[in-house]
């Protein structure tokens, strides 16, 4: 019993310090982690304010060439290429950063969009609406996978703003209509 009590005592101590150990390896970790986060989240929202930007560029671009059909079709080609062209790019240069399925369909966004005008007349305006919502879907997308969405969301319930205007009211009831004939 004696030898017991010991032995107790140094193997505790052994115990103890690999527990130490162990703990310590642990918490060293979280901070590391915690250290790139920050610098991935700025990399990360660096990379995608600037797609963001390129999108919006990239759509002004394309708008005469769908809503144009005076401009012929190489015109047309050549306007959706000068859109696409930078989004490729970017995407290919911060795959690190960017998610691996919205990278994609931000370049492809705005493939195809050249060709609504030779649709029949019937359905250009369908092949319209289609192509803007994909494109607010887009802004949507990065706005959440940026975490942009999220921070808003964060902050409106901290603050409760009262933001109302009867252009944000009708701005509202546009969308409510949107969301009801989807």
């Known amino acids: 019993m004696n030898v017991l009590i010991a032995l107790g005592g140094p193997v505790l101590g052994i115990v103890g310090v690999i527990a130490g150990s162990l703990l310590n390896e642990?918490?060293?970790?979280?901070r590391r982690a915690e250290q790139y986060s920050a610098a991935i989240f700025s990399k990360r929202l660096e990379a995608y304010e600037t797609?963001?930007?390129l999108v919006q560029e990239g759509s002004s671009k394309v708008d005469d060439a769908v809503r144009n059909c005076a401009l012929s079709t190489e015109e047309r080609h050549d306007l959706a290429s000068s859109a696409i062209m930078p989004i490729a790019n970017h995407v290919d240069r911060?795959?690190?950063?960017?998610?691996?399925?919205?990278g994609p369909h931000c370049v492809a966004l705005f493939m195809g969009v050249e060709d609504i005008c030779d649709a029949p007349e019937s359905e250009r305006?369908?092949?319209?609406q289609r192509h803007f919502g994909a494109l607010r879907d887009t802004y949507r997308m990065i706005k959440e996978d940026v975490g942009v969405a999220q921070i808003n969301k964060l902050f409106r319930s901290i603050n409760?703003?009262?933001?109302?205007?009867?252009?944000i009211e009708a701005i509202r009831e546009m969308r409510r209509n949107q969301g009801e004939a989807s």
């Open 26 to 30: 642990y918490l060293r970790r979280g």
């Open 160 to 167: 409760r703003p009262r933001i109302t205007s009867p252009v």
């Open 125 to 128: 305006e369908s092949l319209r």
């Open 94 to 102: 911060y795959a690190l950063y960017i998610d691996e399925e919205l």
């Open 51 to 53: 797609l963001f930007r």
